[in-house]
């Protein structure tokens, strides 16, 4: 175990925040907790604002150095922190690490979030403000793209323009999924990685808003998400579970989910 201690601005239920921590674990290093309150703002303070231009989670502190952006944490992470590696020795698994990774920063996260907050979190957003409040409160997003797109999945949840559309690309992505895990025990071959590290916190959201029904035909995805869970770092999600956020994402998914199916059996 490190005695180095770092410092995580964080949130419990956040994938980003969860993959990190996923690392943090693997790796056995310390460190000192910051949890951020999403419902609250707590990442659109000025304050915070100056550690994290982008008003996200995570960020690291590392000697003092500031280090944002999940995917580029869990990469400086296994850069600085070597053992145990998480990155393949083979040139071609790496570039296949990286491939799965860089997939994500390029849509799927932002496609999840959209099926996330359409779905349950819109609800947490909206409880206790007025339209006004709820409209000030999103007006504090410092990127256009993603004010506009929060404000309209928010007000629109399944019905918004943009949420049938990211649940289609991650459905696309869970067939490449299903097939590299056909020909390999991992995502980018036979070595635990940050490829598994970076998507199973998404494994993990489509599991708790009960969108399960995805993989009925893909039994490789579910062997491979119940090996994850088992490993001794899935502590890092397991045991910063928000439990008030449990029946939302459950009852609404469950209730969601049949116009789900339909919708996607009619865009095969």
Known sequence: MSKLELELYHNDMSTCAQKVRL??????????????????GDTRTPEYKQLNPAAVVPTLIDKGKVICESTV???????????????????????????WTKRLDEGL?????????SIAFRHQMMAGRTKKETISFINLIPQLERRERTMDIVFNGINSKYFFPALRLWDNLFTEMELALSNNNWLAGDFYSLADIAYTPY????????????????????????????????????????????????????????LVAENLKRKM
């Open 23 to 40: 690392t943090l674990a693997e790796k056995e290093l310390n460190w000192k907790s910051h949890h951020m309150d999403l419902r609250r």
């Open 109 to 117: 996260h932002a496609a999840v979030g959209v099926i996330s907050v």
């Open 203 to 258: 494994l993990t959201r489509m599991d708790h808003l009960k969108f399960f029904g995805l993989f009925i035909n893909r039994p490789k995805i579910i062997d491979w998400y119940e090996r994850v869970k088992l490993r001794p770092n899935y502590s890092a999600i397991s045991e910063w579970i928000n439990e008030k956020y449990m029946p939302l994402m459950r009852e609404n998914g469950e209730e969601t989910w049949p």
């Open 73 to 99: 944490i869990m990469e400086y992470l296994e850069d600085a922190y070597s053992e145990p590696k998480l990155h393949p020795t083979n040139p071609v698994d790496r570039a296949r690490v990286r491939s």
